[in-house]
């Protein structure tokens, strides 16, 4: 008994369908995944990096508005 496989019937075309977007879908989320943790850490960077800069204008400006609150 020979089993002949029909590739021509609409199961098969479905089958064809799904497995082509579950492909699709998992290499898409595999690329979406180092974009993000790219995007944190250079979001990270950039506010330790502005911290660094400003950080100590920024202490003295609040320092001194709590002082100035505080004789008041």
Do not use: C, E, K
Not at 16 to 35: E, H, I, K, N
Request: a negative charge; charged letters at 15%.
């Amino acid at each position: 008994m020979h089993h002949h496989q029909d590739t021509t019937g609409i199961g098969y075309r479905m089958l064809v369908a799904l497995r082509a977007f579950v492909d699709g879908a998992r290499t898409d989320d595999r690329g979406d995944v180092p974009g993000w943790v790219m995007i944190t850490l250079m979001s990270a960077l950039l506010v330790a990096g502005l911290l660094a800069i400003a950080g100590p204008a920024l202490t003295d400006l609040f320092n001194q508005a709590i002082s100035q609150v505080s004789t008041n």
